[in-house]
């Protein structure tokens, strides 16, 4: 089984300032994907990176990036710069292989004027 | 980018009735789609593997026989929940893989949910 953990279940953050969200996870699988998805209050769920496990180098998205640290089964996000705009429910997920998505508790990401 | 999309985007239903949820892909095949469940504040659950001219594959809990799935055909998949009670009540996301070549091996499409309140 695999699983996927957030232990922040609220954070905030100034706009315009940086945040962290924390993910760790556990798998079996040697050949995964990572991602980042953020659901805001319309409820769509928006890919917002992806990090390929064979891939040593971290993953970045204009605003956001990733710091993933394999051994460590450790996958978190940067938000830099935060805007208004990134006040949502941010889910980290794994993916193995039959396309499958596992997803951590969520971390709700308020970002204050 | 490939689209999902539910119907209807909220339902309510008095107890003990039926309701079906459809999950459609729009421009492409889906051979499989998921079935997520999530409740208020919490995340999704996956429900459902839904796999085109074959049954269901059932997540350990989940009553195969209250939560019916059909995929009948490769861009459409339905989820009727039957005989629903109050507890049923719960936000319904499925999303699907493209498959197909030229797309990514990694992407996965959601639509944008359906919301069944049962009273």
């Known amino acids: 089984a695999q699983t996927v953990t957030q232990s922040q279940p609220e954070m905030s953050v100034q706009e315009a300032e940086t945040v962290t969200l924390s993910c760790t996870y556990d798998t079996s699988e040697s050949n995964y994907y990572l991602f980042w998805y953020k659901q805001p209050p319309s409820r769509q769920m928006i890919l917002v990176i992806r990090?390929?496990?064979?891939?040593?180098q971290n993953a970045t998205e204009n605003r956001f990036s990733v710091n993933f640290q394999k051994a460590a089964k450790s996958f978190s996000l940067k938000i830099s710069d935060s805007q208004l705009g990134d006040t949502a429910m941010y889910f980290c997920a794994l993916r193995k292989a039959g396309n499958m998505l596992t997803f951590g508790g969520g971390t709700r990401l308020m970002v204050k004027p | 980018g490939a689209v999902v999309s539910q119907h209807p985007s909220w339902v309510i239903c008095k107890s003990g009735t039926s309701v079906k949820i459809e999950c459609r892909s729009l421009?492409?095949?889906?051979?499989?789609m998921f079935w997520y469940r999530q409740f208020p504040k919490q995340s999704l659950m996956l429900m459902a593997t839904?796999?085109?001219?074959?049954?269901?594959?059932?997540e350990q809990g989940v009553e195969k026989d209250k939560f019916l799935i059909n995929h009948a055909s490769l861009t459409l998949s339905t989820l009727t929940v039957t005989s629903a009670h109050p507890e049923d009540s719960s936000f319904y996301i499925c999303?699907?893989?493209?498959?197909?070549?030229?797309?990514?091996?990694?992407?996965?499409?959601f639509g944008p949910g359906t919301r069944l309140t049962v009273t």
């Open positions: 990090q390929e496990a064979y891939k040593q």
């Open positions: 421009d492409f095949q889906a051979t499989t």
């Open positions: 999303s699907a893989p493209p498959g197909t070549s030229g797309r990514h091996l990694w992407e996965q499409y």
């Open positions: 839904s796999n085109e001219g074959s049954k269901a594959t059932y």
